[in-house]
């Protein structure tokens, strides 16, 4: 009983650390000296269930501030990690 009660407090934390959703929105800055992507988005949907709203957010993958511009409409999927949220990756939409 205690290591499965054990096994489900290891499984409930490592979910907690790390969450994930989707969302589409407009990039509104991107400031490639601290690696952060400041994003207009619509409700994200997953494991974070946010409203919508503009959020200053790091990326996981340095490319994504070379690829997208400001002004681009995309598809993200959203990352929080240990209390940080990630833009984890973004594909452009047309307008």
Excluded: C, W, Y
């Excluded at 409409?73 to 990630?86: Q, S």
């Amino acid at each position: 009983m205690r290591l499965a009660a054990g096994i489900l407090i290891v499984f409930t934390a490592f979910g907690a650390l790390a969450q994930t959703g989707r969302t589409e929105g407009e990039i509104r800055k991107i400031d490639k000296d601290t690696g952060k992507i400041t994003l207009r988005h619509g409700p994200i949907a997953g494991d974070l269930e946010m409203p919508a709203m503009s959020m200053v957010l790091q990326v996981k993958d340095a490319t994504l501030l070379e690829r997208l511009k400001v002004g681009d409409r995309v598809a993200a999927t959203i990352l929080k990690e240990n209390g940080v949220f990630f833009i984890q990756a973004a594909e452009t939409q047309p307008r």
